[in-house]
């Protein structure tokens, strides 16, 4: 036992260690799921953020095209400067501008005088005439350089990155306006600085859900394979107790065999040893009693010395059926007729005590493969166990069930006073007895039957100070199987 107590100690461990391993992948898992969503929809805003920027460096070269070829070049040639601030001029490129814009989620034009530092023109015309706020993006447009940027963000969750849907997000472009030649194209003079916003909120809304349902799912699958590790873990600490429990079960049978196998040889030395002055001593006395002119007295002494004597020799016999048990000779028998056999046995005693015998009289055909004669024998002591009990009288019961299992249920019950707890782990011990009188050796020699049957016996028991509603009494329960066969 001490030897795989170590040995189901570090399986124990090692199972803590996995459930430990479990809840750390776990945690460990939801960490690296959130950066990962992250990075998937980074990628998702990449992609968008790309193809409105080229949309809109697109919309801003034919933007610079209409503005240069149909308001630039005619107003110039007519009126030899340009002032915005006239409302022909003004009219003339409000229409070229919306009329390129038209069709175009575009929610705001600018169009920066880079010479005087305002907005020479605008589609909100309350921004006409403003300075110039010199950002990064508008210093590079100057330069000429496009460039585009979110001027709008939503807020997030906790800063963790994860934003939240309704705010409107939008993207500022800064486009060069530049001089085109009738022959050479683009001069790459810059004359002033297009700004273009468009409104990307509807857009974001669908990435936003893409990072939601990406996130979400990480957490799922995450969540699922937790829980199928868990199961795991749970199964396998099942099965490592259910196996040290039967470890320890077995380890006790064989403890209790070797046990009962030194006890055995102990017995069976001294029980020989006895028997054999016993039988002298009796044969002695017989031949004393037989004499002729003996007188009553010594006849009387003489009667007394055989009765003891065979009460003895009883005794020394059960404690050699302890000792040296027999191999059960298996053959086809019925055990409603062994139980019968048994109440016919007992019926002048159980009338004598007033105890009352309930049974099926006809439990059907019982057949199954054992010794007829060992299990009679443990039944009477069984039996002989629950009269005892009941001095004043009382009931027995006796039931017969036959299981799915290929077996047979022998329930024996009485009203008797019942059996302690501390008393109730011992009962199967050899020469045990809560009784004055008695070797204490009849349950041990009815285990070693039913368990050379390969069936099982065990005893549940309640006594009057033990509480509940149940009335005392005690309940031994006998299975058997039908088959010796494997």
């Known amino acids: ?77 007519r009126y030899g400067k340009i002032r915005l601030r006239e409302k022909f001029q ?30 020479a023109y605008s589609t909100d015309p309350a921004l006409l005439g403003k300075k110039v706020r010199e950002s990064m ?14 001027i709008s963000g939503g807020d997030t969750f906790w800063g963790l990155g994860i934003e939240k849907m309704g705010a409107q997000r939008k993207l500022r472009t800064y486009i060069p306006f530049t001089g085109i030649g009738p022959f050479l194209g683009d001069t790459g003079y810059v004359l002033g600085v297009f700004e273009l916003i468009q409104d990307l909120s509807d857009e974001y809304k669908s990435v936003i859900r893409f990072q939601y349902l990406t996130f979400g799912l990480s957490i799922l699958i995450m969540g699922m394979i937790f829980v199928a590790l868990l199961l795991i873990v749970h199964k396998a600490e099942r099965i490592i107790d259910e196996r040290a429990r039967e470890q320890r079960e077995l380890e006790a049978q064989l403890n209790h065999a070797e046990r009962l196998a030194a006890l055995g040889e102990m017995v069976a030395g001294v029980s020989h040893e006895i028997r054999n002055p016993l039988g002298i001593i009796r044969s002695t006395a017989e031949l004393l009693g037989s004499m ?57 005693e159980l009338s004598k005590k007033g ?6 009289p006809d439990h059907g055909s019982l057949i199954l493969q054992a010794d007829p004669e060992q299990l009679y024998r443990s039944f009477l002591n069984v039996f002989m166990n629950a009269i005892q009990a009941m001095p004043d009288g009382g009931r027995i019961t ?25 008393d109730l782990t011992k009962i199967f011990n050899p020469f045990f007895s809560a009784r004055e009188k008695g070797t204490g050796l009849g349950l041990s020699i009815v285990q070693n039957i039913i368990e050379a049957h390969r069936g099982k016996i065990w005893i549940t028991s309640r006594t009057a100070g033990s509480g509940g509603q149940e009335p005392p009494g005690t309940h031994v329960m006998i299975q058997i199987p039908l088959s010796q066969g494997v």
């Open 1 to 77: 036992m001490t030897s795989t107590q170590p040995h189901t100690e570090k399986k124990a461990r090692q199972f803590r260690l996995v459930k430990f391993f479990a809840s750390a992948s776990f945690i460990v898992l939801i960490i690296f799921s959130f950066p990962f969503s992250m990075v998937i929809s980074r990628q998702a805003k990449d992609i968008l953020m790309k193809s409105y920027e080229n949309y809109a460096l697109l919309l801003g070269e034919n933007l610079n095209y209409q503005v240069f070829e149909n308001f630039v070049l005619p107003v110039t040639s």
């Open 90 to 119: 003004y009219e003339l490129m409000d229409r070229i501008v919306r009329n390129t814009i038209h069709s175009f989620k575009i929610d705001l034009v600018n169009i920066y005088d880079i010479n005087n530092g305002v907005i």
């Open 137 to 150: 993006g508008y210093k590079k447009a100057v330069m000429g350089e496009n460039s585009s940027g979110l």
């Open 292 to 348: 002729p002119g003996a007188q009553e007295s010594t006849t009387r002494l003489t009667r007394l010395i055989i009765e003891e004597s065979g009460r003895l020799n009883d005794i020394v016999t059960e404690f050699l059926d302890f000792a040296r048990p027999m191999t059960p000779n298996f053959q086809e028998c019925d055990l409603g007729q062994i139980l019968h056999r048994t109440f016919l046995f007992l019926d002048p």
């Open 355 to 360: 105890i009352v015998l309930e049974h099926n």
């Open 398 to 422: 006796v039931d017969v069930a036959r299981e799915k299992e290929g077996y047979y249920l022998i329930r024996i019950s009485d009203t008797g006073a019942g059996i302690s707890e501390a």
